[in-house]
């Protein structure tokens, strides 16, 4: 401490901490905080008249202390590591001394960490030169809430995963993500799927991160439920984007027939995905889910749409995609197996328009429904 602090330049300063560094010593906790606020408190004057050679050593000193106040676990540093991160500009040092900080899990600076992820969030970088010296920030500040394992970094740091940062960046964020909340479920439910702050492209992926993560069955069916919805209340022109859409409400439909819901709002729902769903695979995935609910409100629209199609069949209107869906209809009829449904299908044995292929498919469906 004394060379140290008798040392002309900062030069001579960092030289005598490689020195430390190389001894790998424990305990100096207390010198590192010591030589780090000495650092942060010259920093003003380094900056504005110091040569270059002094300034880069500044830097360089900078991120080496406020590393190894983060292996010492020195917490009575952490009020000039965050002084740290608004005083040098260097990327690696803000980075450093966030991540030091969450190392000290000195949860005081909590919300200023996730100020500087949010910020970043706003204002994506713009060529690689940003790319990289923001990249190096969101790097630190990532790190930091991994350490501080709260929930209050959950959402910034999904963001930053779905963000306009370098693939490096992202990957980082989404590895984080299951570290901070094994089960985000309500948090990207509420917070994201059902906020009109989010384009449905970020929705998506946080449905398909509820769906990857371990959470109940329930909370994901709950979940899906919402990005149905979201996904039938976006609208758009772009057939790029309509296509996206179209993809977020089947994977929301799938998931529904996996989880099973208990939910109503569920049903007018895939009634509209299968009259005004974008593709058939929308149309025939809803009849299907339609079908694995074995609801009352399920039969009741599957029994609807069978009786629109015999109609048609009838009159001889029915187009060849119609006939598909209603054989699909048909046998979701029969998983769903309710006496409900028992005219419907009676209504297509007697048919004189239907092929026997489509009386014998209901003539099974009508053997699984009860009496």
Same mark, same amino acid.
Do not use: C, H
């Given at each position: 401490m004394?060379?140290?602090?008798n %040392?002309?330049t ?5 030289? $005598? ?5 190389t ?5 100096a ?19 504005? #008249? ?10 360089d000193?900078?991120? /080496?202390l ?29 980075a ?8 000290l ?22 060529g ?8 190096q ?5 990532i $790190? ?59 929705k998506?992926?946080a ?5 990857? /993560? =371990?959470?109940?069955?329930? #909370? ?14 976006a609208?758009?022109n ?11 409400r ?14 109503? /709002? ?20 809803? $009849?299907?889910t ?7 409100? %399920?039969?009741? =629209?599957? =029994? #609807? ?27 979701? $009829? ?9 005219s ?6 007697? #048919?004189s328009a ?7 498919? /209901? ?9």
């Amino acid at each position: 401490m004394y060379l140290y602090e008798n %040392s002309r330049t900062v030069t001579d300063q960092f030289n $005598i901490l490689l020195v430390l560094q190389t001894r790998k010593l424990t305990g100096a906790g207390e010198f590192y905080a010591r030589a780090f606020n000495r650092l942060v408190n010259q920093i003003p004057n380094i900056q504005r #008249s110091a040569p270059a050679v002094e300034k880069a050593a500044a830097d360089d000193l900078a991120q /080496a202390l406020a590393t190894l106040i983060g292996e010492e676990k020195y917490a009575t540093a952490a009020p000039d590591l965050w002084r740290a991160v608004g005083a040098f500009s260097a990327p690696l040092v803000k980075a450093e001394a966030m991540i030091s900080l969450g190392k000290l899990r000195a949860t005081e600076f909590l919300d200023p960490v996730i100020r500087v992820l949010s910020d970043l969030n706003a204002a994506p970088p713009r060529g690689k030169e940003e790319a990289d010296s923001k990249g190096q920030i969101a790097r630190g500040a990532i $790190i930091a809430l991994e350490k501080f394992r709260d929930e209050a970094g959950y959402l910034p740091i999904f963001i930053m995963s779905v963000g306009g940062y370098p693939e490096r960046i992202k990957e980082l964020a989404k590895a984080t993500l299951p570290i901070i909340l094994e089960d985000p479920s309500a948090l990207l439910t509420e917070q994201v799927i059902k906020s009109s702050s989010y384009a449905p492209s970020i929705k998506f992926v946080a449905l398909q991160t509820i769906e990857s /993560a =371990n959470a109940p069955n329930a #909370s994901k069916a709950t979940a899906a439920v919402a990005s149905l919805s979201e996904g039938w209340r976006a609208t758009t022109n772009d057939v790029r984007q309509r296509g996206e859409v179209a993809r977020m409400r089947k994977t929301s439909i799938d998931m529904i027939r996996r989880y099973g819901t208990t939910d109503s /709002a569920v049903f007018p729902l895939l009634e509209r995905s299968y009259k005004e769903g974008l593709d058939d695979d929308e149309k025939l995935i809803a $009849i299907q889910t339609l079908g694995a609910l074995a609801s009352e409100d %399920s039969a009741k =629209n599957l =029994n #609807s749409f069978l009786m629109i199609l015999v109609g048609k069949m009838q009159s001889g209107a029915i187009t060849r995609t119609e006939n598909d869906l209603l054989r699909a209809i048909i046998s979701a $009829i029969g998983v769903a197996g309710k006496a409900s449904s028992r005219s419907p299908l009676r209504a297509v044995i007697d #048919s004189s328009a239907a092929t026997n292929a489509v009386k014998t498919l /209901a003539n099974d469906a009508l053997a699984k429904l009860p009496q």
